[in-house]
């Protein structure tokens, strides 16, 4: 049976403790343990901190990594997930990080590959999919908060900005809601707010004021264009009148709130540059870590048990 990393509610809690610790591990200079394979970044998306951070991880273990985007491959001829997968698993590829515009784009591949009795069926590692999950960015963001010294009993934590196409929401509120924390906010216009049976961890709220009063961790997503038709969002001026996170409404936040933001980041509509580059934003150590928590992905899915299971 493949290790598959799809989403958070697929890892059990002492999987999400080991990750965790291990980023935090090797973000204090813990040193990688060295593993063996082929890794595919097979992007259908764009990505930079994503794609970058998961080729860089798996170099500094000693992988090889081939990287694949949409234009370039035989994707854009037609082949489907499924074939392109099973191409790259005949040529002995281990793991395939995969990023694809569709919900449940990763799971469904991971699916596929079993039911066609794949052999040596590579591990799937979602990079994200659709609006539906960004486990790796989750994880990561709880190792930077924890890092941070947060207390996840009594941290209060809101999400600012389109939550209903973000995958980054939806993931990072699952995962901090298993870590037990209670007071998860989120905010924004209506339009950009989940269906009303989403999301049931979190408080919802209409109103900056109230979602932002006596905040530990405010996270700010940008405005995701590319799933919404063109002429359904707002223009980025008046979003950020509304709800930007201007320098005189982070004026007015708890002077122990720190910023994060998954990026890309758009300067000027959900986040000023002033707020972006302060000192309590946390956003370049969301980076940093990044590269730490997908090195401890790399060691779980291709560590000695893995290996043992595939020779079996
Ligand atoms: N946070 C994130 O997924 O960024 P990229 O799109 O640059 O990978």
């Not at 994880?139 to 908060?145: F, Q, R, S, T």
């Not at 408080?203 to 995701?224: F, N």
């Not at 708890?254 to 758009?266: E, F, K, V």
Request: glycine share 8%; with cysteine; charged share 25%.
């Amino acid at each position: 049976m493949n290790r598959h990393l799809l989403d958070i509610e697929g890892l059990d809690d002492e999987r999400i403790r080991w990750l965790l610790d291990r980023a935090g591990a090797l973000a204090g200079g813990a040193e990688p343990q060295r593993r063996h394979g082929t890794v595919a970044n097979l992007f259908l998306e764009p990505s930079t901190r994503t794609r970058v951070s998961f080729e860089l991880a798996a170099r500094r273990l000693g992988l090889e990594v081939v990287n694949i985007e949409h234009a370039s491959s035989s994707s854009s001829k037609g082949e489907s997930l499924v074939d392109t997968a099973r191409t790259l698993a005949a040529m002995g590829v281990g793991v395939i990080v995969l990023r694809h515009p569709d919900d449940g784009a990763a799971e469904n591949l991971a699916r596929d590959l079993d039911a066609a009795g794949t052999a040596f069926a590579p591990a799937i590692v979602n990079a994200g999919d659709g609006k539906n999950a960004h486990p790796s960015q989750a994880l990561l963001d709880a190792a930077v908060l924890e890092a941070q010294g947060i207390d996840w009993a009594t941290a209060r934590i809101a999400i600012l900005g389109d939550i209903r196409h973000s995958r980054v929401a939806r993931s990072d509120l699952a995962l901090f809601h298993r870590l037990g924390a209670r007071d998860l906010r989120i905010v924004g216009p209506p339009e950009f707010m989940p269906g009303p049976e989403e999301l049931p961890m979190a408080r919802r709220h209409a109103a900056l004021d109230p979602a932002l009063d006596a905040l530990d961790v405010l996270i700010c997503l940008r405005i995701q264009r590319e799933r919404i038709a063109a002429g359904q969002y707002p223009d980025g001026d008046s979003f950020h009148r509304q709800w930007g996170v201007s320098e005189a409404r982070a004026a007015k936040l708890d002077p122990r709130t720190r910023i994060m933001h998954p990026g890309p980041a758009n300067r000027g509509v959900e986040i000023d540059s002033g707020v972006l580059d302060s000192s309590r934003s946390l956003v370049l150590e969301q980076v940093r870590f990044g590269l730490h928590l997908r090195t401890a992905v790399f060691e779980w899915l291709l560590g000695p048990e893995a290996q043992e299971s595939e020779q079996r």
